[in-house]
């Protein structure tokens, strides 16, 4: 980071473990540990983080922004399997074992990433077990999210396809108002058509459908309200 110190280096790695609900039960010492070994990084917006096939020997936190975790079908197309947030992390798999990435993680805007040696985090786990135990709980909730996407794309319903994709947004990045659910949207048009297997023409062309329906409203391309959700739901 440029004009920083070392005094701010630390205070930046302090403040990224206490976002991380897998340190959430460690002990003081522990938490000094892992704040000192951390490396922080700053990434531009559309900056690639890691490629497919790159060694999976750290993780990966984000500390500020978010990335997309991504791999390319046999069509040469995008197809976005997760997207992190603040205080979410990517590479944990290496935790457990070296290996090499199978997808890639690219910045959705300006974004500060903390790094952990898996060498320097083997130790750590040694001394706090139960940092294994929750890793083993966000991997479970991968798996899950992974099989309703896989669900969600194997139907012909675009409809349906669509209202999955924005009540995983309403989940992850919508706040409650009277005016409804208002979710500050993660993606552009193209990548949300890319999520869900479609066009960016049929993407547009169903939400400004919907919109029509009163079931949401766009606001401008970044963000968008959820009105009916219990339509949404019932598809």
Request: aromatic share 8%.
């Amino acid at each position: 980071m440029s004009h920083c110190g070392k005094d701010c280096l630390k205070c930046t790695g302090k403040h990224c473990v206490s976002k991380v609900y897998i340190f959430s039960t460690i002990q003081p010492e522990a938490f000094e540990k892992i704040s000192n070994i951390i490396i922080t990084r700053k990434y531009k917006k559309g900056q690639v983080i890691f490629f497919e096939g790159d060694v999976e020997d750290k993780l990966y936190i984000v500390n500020k922004g978010k990335i997309k975790i991504y791999k390319y079908n046999r069509e040469g197309r995008e197809q976005i399997l997760y997207i992190l947030s603040e205080g979410e992390f990517i590479g944990d798999m290496s935790l457990l074992k070296k290996g090499k990435f199978q997808f890639n993680a690219e910045a959705l805007e300006d974004t500060l990433i903390c790094t952990i040696a898996k060498d320097d985090f083997d130790e750590i786990v040694t001394k706090n077990p139960e940092i294994t135990l929750r890793i083993l709980e966000i991997l479970h909730d991968r798996l899950v999210n992974l099989e309703n996407l896989i669900q969600s794309l194997g139907t012909k319903d675009v409809e349906v396809r669509i209202a999955s994709m924005l009540q995983g947004f309403a989940k992850d990045f919508g706040v409650e108002t009277e005016e409804g659910i208002v979710i500050s949207l993660p993606l552009n048009r193209e990548e949300m058509a890319n999520f869900v297997g479609v066009t960016r023409e049929t993407m547009s062309r169903k939400l400004t459908s919907l919109q029509d329906e009163n079931i949401i409203e766009l606001i401008g391309t970044k963000k968008l309200i959820i009105k009916d959700k219990n339509y949404l739901q019932d598809i």
